[in-house]
Each structure stands twice: as structure tokens, then as C-alpha cells.
């Protein structure tokens, strides 16, 4: 089955930094990239996606990337708020159903 | 309601008690799908149902881990003779069809067994 390794496990930013969290997965089938936001006590949140027939897609102060190759995508924030401050998790998924492998989540704090 | 319904938002049991945890998906999706998400994990996978299929149940852990949807709306996830080992939140989510869309979860169900 899918495999899905996530860096760094935490992560701890400046307000108006930039940052970067990396996946890698292991089955080249995968074709569907969502990346979600965890606050304390909620579900996890989709906040953007990428297929694999894409390499970059950008949402305001977000951006996910795409290396098919490598198998691997990362995550940018940029002009990081505290707000931003939750848990983010990257997974996979292969067309037919959608049920995605998640990876074990990044913590991600911003300093105001 | 407009997103997905978990109940209860906590749970605790003695080991060895049956529990059964509800999820109200939102109106209209087609495909549900639980996961359980130990602390400081990622969720992973239980079951996916497509209406009242259960199409998926290979992320189970053991037969006493059971999971229906009869009319193809609400789901329950039932553990029967709970272990300390299943003390995790349960998460459900929903989405429209059952391929590549936006999966919506709720909150949680979180269980301690004591």
C-alpha cells in the first residue's frame, strides 16, 4: 500500500517567515495530493490540493509543488501569521476512490 | 446541518465496555469514510463506505472493530470489548462521490479507555 513520510515533524517560525514542510510517497499510482490543517480539537481542514498532472498550484499566501519523478510534494506558507500556527498533514491518493494515506503531520508555530 | 456530525465528542469507557461512536455526514455524499488518529498521528484509515456499501474495511484492526451504514446516510462505528490500545480519536468524513473530491471531516469523536 501507499506510504507517506512528512518533515519536519515540528516546525517553529517567525511571524512573516516563510515555511516549508515535504512529503514523500511511495506509490508512483498516487495521483491526487491534498494537504489539510489541523486545529486543537477539529477535524483536519483541506486547504489546497494538487493533481499530478499539475507541478505547482498557488493559493494567495499558500503554494504546493510537485515533483512526480522524486515522488515527492512540499507545502510553502509564506508571510506566516500566528493564526497559521496548527498541524498540517500532507497525503495521497489514487484515482478510483478517494481514500488518502496521511502522513504523520508537521506542527507548525509561529511566533508572533 | 452544514458540516459533519460527530457524537459523542468524548467518550470514556472501561475496558471491556462496548461503544458505539455516530457519524451524520453531510446531506447528499455519497461516500463516508472513518479513521482513527492516535495522539500525535496522522489519522489512519478504517473503513469507506460508497451509500450503504462498505466498500473498504481493510483498515479494521481486529473483528471487534465494526462499522454500518444501513441507509446509506448515518454510519456508526460500534468496538466491542474496548482495549487501552483503542483510546484514539475517531474521525469521520464525507465527500460528494467517491473519486477525487474534497473529503469533509468532523470533529471527532475522542475515546479514553480505562
Known amino acids: 500500500g501507499e506510504n507517506v513520510e512528512q518533515h519536519p515533524s515540528t516546525l517553529s517560525v517567525q511571524e512573516g517567515d516563510s515555511a516549508v514542510i515535504k512529503c514523500t510517497y511511495s506509490d508512483s499510482a498516487s495521483n491526487y495530493f491534498p494537504w489539510y490543517k489541523q486545529e486543537l480539537g477539529k477535524g483536519p481542514q483541506l486547504i489546497i490540493d494538487?493533481?499530478?498532472?499539475?507541478g505547482e498550484k498557488k493559493d494567495q499566501r499558500i503554494a504546493v509543488t510537485l515533483n512526480k519523478t522524486a515522488k515527492h510534494f512540499s507545502l510553502h506558507i509564506t508571510e506566516t501569521q500566528p493564526e497559521d500556527s496548527a498541524v498540517y498533514f500532507c497525503?495521497?491518493?489514487?484515482?478510483?476512490?478517494?481514500?488518502?494515506?496521511f502522513g504523520r503531520g508537521t506542527s507548525l508555530i509561529v511566533h508572533p | 446541518g452544514a458540516g459533519v456530525s460527530q457524537s459523542p465528542r468524548y467518550k470514556v469507557a472501561k475496558r471491556g465496555q462496548d461503544v458505539a461512536l455516530r457519524c451524520d455526514p453531510i446531506s447528499g455524499h455519497v461516500s463516508l469514510f472513518w479513521y482513527q488518529q492516535a495522539l500525535g498521528q496522522g489519522p489512519e484509515f478504517l473503513t469507506y463506505?460508497?451509500?450503504?456499501?462498505?466498500?473498504?474495511k481493510s483498515g479494521l484492526p481486529s473483528d471487534r472493530f465494526f462499522a454500518e451504514r444501513p441507509e446509506g446516510s448515518v454510519s456508526t462505528l460500534k468496538i466491542q470489548r474496548t482495549q487501552q490500545e483503542d483510546s484514539a480519536v475517531y474521525l469521520c468524513?464525507?465527500?460528494?462521490?467517491?473519486?477525487?473530491?474534497?473529503?469533509?471531516f468532523g470533529q471527532g469523536t475522542r475515546l479514553t479507555v480505562v
Open positions: 463506505f460508497q451509500n450503504e456499501a462498505q466498500l473498504d
Open positions: 497525503a495521497a491518493s489514487k484515482g478510483g476512490s478517494y481514500i488518502p494515506t
Open positions: 468524513a464525507s465527500s460528494l462521490v467517491g473519486v477525487e473530491t474534497e473529503a469533509f
Open positions: 494538487i493533481r499530478s498532472n499539475v
